[in-house]
């Protein structure tokens, strides 16, 4: 099938450069002409495990490329996919007015039968808008359908989570829709969804944000943990060993970051309040991951006691490991935190410290987690990199002028850093 795929972003680009991978013929458009300039050299803007040889590989066969002409995308393709950005406004609220331009332009250039397929995540009635905005200029009068198809993409493992999903939701209103959606969507070996347009735009929020309440409520268990001298981690494996909760996303730490839930839960709020429904439940979920990362600054505090004038090292600066996305990341607002508190900070992350250099230019970038220890009044532990579990402890400990860490994200076991020597502060544990 011949696809455009409108916005190279981290959507985007993971998506077209998939379905180009299952043998479609994908354009990828973006507006920004410097990222097409690069992705068309092979420089990949993002840093995602395996996207570079799949960009390569399906570039050299063909069925991949890009450009930053809209018109000639839409002209040469059977479906349009709608990925460009929806970012947050000062209010929660989901900013649409990209993906209504690229609605204009598609109704203004095409000649014959489109399918345009929402996957940016937005608010629910986007899929009626797009449809409006097209008919009022679709003049000449084609026929057209709206479709759409959320993603559930997590970063650092996009391409295996498209490949094999847990599910594939599509929101259509007509057969032809469903059965070019079906066809595409062929290989892969997953559930088909099939609902109504308005049921699959709020599937994407509503599993965005009970993915993050599932964090928030064990991070409050934690607290709890905390005073009751329980653990947890055990907590969570009892609670997760029941088949209707699982396991999954019950990991306490430093709290949720990322592009996807903060902004989405925000914007979820906002849905509801204009439906006229107060999400007091969400808006709990919000407070509770702000509180959990104040809640590390306050276990550094307690540890240290003053804190201007200590170094801190700080290990790991992405919101998750495996990527480099630092964009609203528990260590922006942590290390923020620190600075105005008058601490100097030493910082590693295997991927994500160029991206951090634009915040903080100021503070210091080592070549190792090392480095990082050598001379701190403390560590701290903010991304659950694998390489950082496989530290030499013992090393760690003689580097540090005093052994103190404070591990926001629960790498380490608690009783074996205690019997090294180490005053050791987890997130819920003894
Ligand atoms: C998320 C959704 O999982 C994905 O389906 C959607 O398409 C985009 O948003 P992503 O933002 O890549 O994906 O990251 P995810 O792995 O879901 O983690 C989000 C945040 O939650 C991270 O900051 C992570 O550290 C935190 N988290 C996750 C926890 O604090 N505890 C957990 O148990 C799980």
Redesign the pocket.
């Known amino acids: 099938m011949k696809i455009a795929m409108i916005g190279a972003g981290y959507v985007g680009l993971v998506t077209g450069t998939c379905f180009s991978e299952l043998g479609n013929c994908v354009l990828c458009v973006d507006n920004d002409v410097e990222k097409i300039k690069k992705l068309k050299k092979g420089i990949i803007p993002i840093y995602e495990p395996g996207l570079d040889e799949l960009v390569h590989k399906n570039t050299k066969a063909k069925r991949l490329s890009f450009t930053s002409e809209i018109e000639e995308a839409v002209q040469v393709s059977d479906i349009i996919f709608i990925a460009v950005g929806t970012p947050p406004r000062e209010n929660g609220e989901a900013d649409l007015s990209s993906v209504e331009k690229v609605s204009s332009i598609i109704a203004d250039v095409m000649t014959e039968y489109k399918l345009v397929v929402g996957k940016s995540t937005v608010p629910v009635n986007t899929g009626k808008w797009i449809k409006r905005t097209m008919n009022i200029r679709n003049t000449k009068g084609i026929d057209f359908d709206v479709a759409s198809n959320p993603?559930?993409?997590?970063?650092?493992s996009a391409i295996n989570?498209f490949l094999y999903p847990d599910r594939i939701v599509i929101g259509v209103e007509s057969e032809r829709a469903k059965s070019i959606l079906y066809e595409l969507y062929k290989p892969i070996d997953a559930p088909i969804l099939v609902t109504d347009i308005e049921s699959a735009e709020i599937i994407k929020h509503a599993?965005?944000s009970f993915?993050a309440t599932?964090?928030s409520f064990?991070n409050a268990i934690s607290i709890l943990c905390e005073r009751a001298g329980a653990d947890v981690k055990k907590v969570a494996e009892g609670m997760g060993l029941d088949k209707r909760i699982g396991s999954?996303?019950?990991?306490?730490?430093a709290?949720?970051?990322?592009?996807?839930?903060p902004k989405?839960l925000s914007a979820f709020i906002k849905i509801a309040e204009d439906l006229g429904y107060d999400f007091r439940l969400l808006r709990e979920v919000e407070q509770i991951n702000e509180e959990q990362k104040k809640g590390i600054v306050k276990k550094i505090r307690e540890n240290l006691w003053n804190l201007r004038g200590k170094t801190i090292g700080v290990l790991g600066l992405s919101?998750?490991p495996n990527?480099d996305d630092i964009r609203y990341?528990?260590s922006i607002d942590i290390i923020g935190e620190l600075i105005k508190e008058g601490v100097k900070i030493k910082a590693y992350d295997p991927k994500a410290m160029e991206r951090t250099k634009k915040i903080f230019p100021n503070i210091t970038y080592c070549k190792d987690a090392y480095e990082v220890c050598d001379g701190s009044d403390a560590l701290v532990i903010l991304t659950e990199w694998d390489e950082f579990k496989n530290l030499d402890i013992k090393k760690v400990k003689d580097l540090l002028k005093t052994p103190i860490i404070v591990d926001g994200r629960n790498i380490f076991d608690p009783e074996t850093l205690k019997e090294i020597g180490f005053v050791y502060t987890g997130v819920g544990r003894k």
């Open positions: 993603e559930f993409l997590r970063e650092g989570d599993s965005n993915l599932k964090i064990i999954d996303f019950l990991n306490a730490g709290g949720f970051g990322g592009f996807c839930f989405d919101f998750k990527t990341a528990p």
